[in-house]
């Protein structure tokens, strides 16, 4: 605890932890599906370390205050997760020092994103070597000090749009002063994923017909000349 910079860096830490925090949590309320990842060299631990609580900050489970010497406000709802504890106990480090493992590295994400992670763990590329592979070009070790912190999330299949096809223009004869039946068709309509489409018919910007699962829908129609538009959803975004 330097009592010159010790509370200059403990305000910085603080300030850029609640920063993130209010950050992530800005996006979360502004579309709470939003699928979010923050990965970095937080350059904290994954725990409480006396002084300020980095990370527990940013995932919304801030310790309290009086256990820790600057606490911060829980800024986060719902919490994130640290991914370190999906990796196995003892590999959960990404630095050395002095001969201590430390996890400084860290891969957060928030629930909408954390149910497609299948794992997490760190490429040993640096602090497993030693020190003096720096100074061989030879060897890809120790470039850094850091070992990458690797997640690895199954992506949904690309979505194809459906191209809408409201089919060929009609010419329908009135035979008398009622209202004539006109059937508009878009069973031309196709979907290149093969997805269930729910079909929309509209006049004017206004619906007409719809929503519905058939392609197909019959208006009773006065005399005149008609536009008519289809819309086509798979539902998938």
């Not at 061989?136 to 096809?165: F, G, K, M, Q």
């Not at 007409?208 to 699962?213: F, I, L, W």
Request: glycine share 8%.
């Amino acid at each position: 605890d330097d009592p010159v910079d010790g509370p200059r860096v403990r305000a910085k830490r603080k300030a850029q932890a609640e920063f993130l925090a209010n950050l992530i949590q800005a996006r979360q309320t502004a579309n709470p599906n939003e699928q979010i990842i923050a990965a970095g060299d937080y350059n904290a631990f994954q725990f409480n370390d006396g002084y300020v609580d980095a990370i527990g900050t940013v995932l919304g489970t801030p310790t309290l205050a009086g256990s820790v010497v600057s606490a911060s406000p829980d800024l986060v709802n719902p919490d994130l997760t640290d991914l370190i504890h999906l990796a196995p106990e003892d590999q959960r480090y990404s630095f050395v020092f002095d001969g201590n493992a430390q996890e400084l590295d860290h891969i957060i994400v928030n629930q909408p994103l954390l149910s497609r992670v299948n794992r997490m763990e760190y490429a040993r590329t640096n602090s497993d070597f030693p020190q003096v592979y720096r100074n061989d070009a030879t060897r890809p070790e120790r470039l850094s000090d850091h070992d990458p912190a690797v997640a690895y999330i199954t992506l949904p299949p690309l979505n194809h749009a459906p191209i809408a096809n409201a089919g060929e223009d009609q010419t329908v004869e009135c035979t008398g002063h009622e209202r004539t039946q006109v059937t508009l068709d878009g069973s031309g309509t196709t979907d290149e994923d093969g997805d269930s489409l729910v079909y929309t018919w509209k006049k004017n910007g206004e619906i007409v017909a719809g929503p519905s699962g058939s392609p197909a829908a019959v208006l009773s129609l006065d005399l005149g000349n008609y536009e008519f538009e289809l819309i086509a959803d798979d539902l998938s975004g």
